[in-house]
């Protein structure tokens, strides 16, 4: 599969996807940034992945290969217990095609895995079981507080059985969060490197049609509970004078819409592309994240990102990871608290006219702009499997 170079190590990088959530997420951005930053190095990206029927098309480097069972759904006892052995044909899917298409044509396979539960890593662990691992490097990207998980041992559990099965050294724990990583690194006793966010290579574009004179506040992606569905059903109802002056820009799936007298919904397809992406990011002024603190407290937001490197205004919930990121660069007056809706609505009034607030988002947005992007995800990349091989 890799091609072999004159006098340089041949590798690959396989990113393991159990999941691909029906592309609502992050997944196909990322690793569509993972693979410009393996090819800066000179490294072979494959994607191994369980296909899902909502999407269809794919990179020519995405391989359709494991079994789509779903380990993250719910279930009763009995369930839960098929779901092991439904983690034992996952993670034999991920073997065979390691072993008859990638092991043979490198010199170092990293596989790499960054959204998980722990069944998803119980079936990598098969995998490794099944495959010669003497050329093994495996990388897992803890994105959530699983120190607080009721099954966090499992985690540390089966960090500690790829110890065991490949060299120890050769696995490496990542994170995307400074907060999340000395978390995770008190409760795993080890080291976990914080990666960054590669995805921020945004398509800049034209914004949309004229806004008369509204101040735009979007809400990115699917407003699900845990990003403040039921706080945004508040502010639509809160009836002001200025709430007209303000118009919310949402999925069609949030069932929101306007009041009398409150603020003007905008309904939008629930799946942008990436340049209608941009192109929603440029029109507005404000980026809206009531995302609950403890679903956040410490993860980040590829959003909130994004929304920085556009140099916009982004509100969050206090005591998140995004407010703790807005507080380095004294924007505290950026994290609030939304139960007064009345307030909330004069807070986005208020910042979106400010130029102080403006001037430090700037200031944000120039050293964000210095960490996250796919030239340092890549050498990072090329310092983690060094200091492995030394």
């Given at each position: 599969?890799?091609?072999?170079e004159t ?20 997944v196909?951005p990322?690793?569509q ?11 072979q990206?494959?994607v191994i992945?369980a296909p899902?029927p909502?999407v269809k098309?794919?990179?020519s480097?995405?391989?359709?290969c494991?079994?789509?069972n779903?380990l993250?759904l ?9 779901k092991?052995i439904?983690?034992?044909?996952l ?5 065979n095609?390691l072993?008859h298409?990638?092991?043979n044509s490198?010199?170092?396979t990293?596989?790499f895995l960054?959204r998980?539960?722990h069944?998803q ?8 079981l ?16 699983t120190h607080?998980a009721k ?13 065991r ?5 050769r696995l490496q ?9 000395k978390?995770l ?8 490197m914080?990666?960054?966010?590669p995805?921020?290579d ?5 914004s949309?049609?004229?806004?008369n004179?509204?101040?735009v ?6 407003l699900?509970p845990?990003?403040?569905?039921e706080?945004m059903?508040s502010?639509?109802?809160?009836i ?20 009398v007298?409150g ?17 929603w990011?440029?029109?507005?002024d ?6 609950d ?9 590829g ?6 490197m556009?140099?916009?205004?982004p509100?969050?919930t206090?005591?998140?990871?995004m ?8 924007l505290e007056?950026l ?7 009345t307030?909330?609505?004069l807070t986005?009034?208020k910042?979106?006219?400010e ?9 944000m947005?120039?050293?964000y702009?210095?960490?996250h ?9 090329k310092?983690?499997?060094?200091q492995?091989?030394?």
């Open positions: 599969m890799a091609k072999e006098g340089k190590i041949n590798i690959n990088l396989v990113s393991f996807i159990p999941n691909l959530v029906g592309m609502e997420a992050h196909l990322y690793h940034s993972v693979t410009q930053a393996a090819n800066m190095i000179n490294w990206h494959i992945f899902h909502s098309e794919l990179p480097n995405w391989i359709p494991l079994s789509t779903d993250e719910d279930g009763n006892l009995l369930q839960k217990i098929t092991i439904s983690a034992f044909k993670g034999r899917n991920g073997a095609y072993r298409q990638i092991l490198s010199e170092h990293i596989i960054e998980f539960i069944l890593l119980l079936a990598l662990v098969f995998t490794l099944f495959i010669p691992t003497e050329k093994i490097h495996v990388w897992l990207l803890y994105r959530r507080d607080k099954t966090r041992f499992i985690y540390k559990f089966l960090n500690n059985i790829i110890k099965i490949i060299r120890p050294y724990l990542l994170t995307d969060s400074e907060l999340l990583s978390s690194s008190n409760y795993f006793q080890e080291p976990v914080v990666m960054p966010i995805h921020t945004l398509i800049i574009s034209d949309f049609v004229d806004k004179d509204q101040i506040c979007w809400l990115p992606g699917y699900r845990e990003k403040g569905l706080v059903k502010l639509v109802n809160c002001t004078k200025e709430a007209k002056k303000i118009s919310f820009v949402v999925a069609k799936s949030s069932g929101l819409t306007s009041g007298d603020v003007q919904i905008e309904l939008i397809k629930n799946n942008l592309t990436r340049s209608e992406y941009s192109q990011l440029m029109t507005c404000i980026v809206l994240m009531p995302y603190c403890k679903a956040y407290g410490e993860r980040t937001s959003i909130f990102t994004e929304c920085v556009a140099g916009k205004i509100i969050v206090q005591n998140t990871w407010a703790n990121e807005l507080y380095k660069y004294h007056e994290a609030i608290e939304w139960e007064d809706t307030q909330v609505i986005i009034l910042v979106s006219h130029p102080n607030i403006k001037t430090k988002i700037a200031s947005q120039k050293q702009e210095k960490f992007n796919i030239e340092s995800f890549s050498q990072k990349m310092f983690i499997f060094e492995s091989c030394s």
